[in-house]
């Protein structure tokens, strides 16, 4: 936390972010309950694009168009 500190980094140093914080996570599934419940999500289909030389999932800005397809 110290580099952050130097990087002059502003956060609450009292209350480090924990992710695995039993209160953090219930705070979390609180509020996607609470968005399931106003119908906030939903299952879909979406292409995932995937390069079979690198084996790993593409983001769209890495796709390039061709024509000849």
């Given amino acids: 936390m110290n580099s952050f500190r130097?990087?002059?980094v502003?956060?609450?140093?009292?209350?480090?972010?924990?992710t695995m914080d039993p209160l953090y996570v219930s705070e979390q599934l609180r509020l996607f309950a609470k968005m399931v419940?106003?119908?906030?999500?939903?299952r879909a289909f979406?292409?995932?694009?995937?390069s079979p030389s690198s084996r790993t999932a593409l983001a769209e800005s890495e796709l390039e168009y061709n024509e000849k397809h």
């Fill in 37 to 42: 419940e106003k119908g906030l999500v939903y």
């Fill in 46 to 50: 979406k292409p995932v694009y995937w």
């Fill in 6 to 8: 130097r990087w002059g």
């Fill in 10 to 18: 502003s956060a609450d140093w009292s209350k480090p972010y924990l």
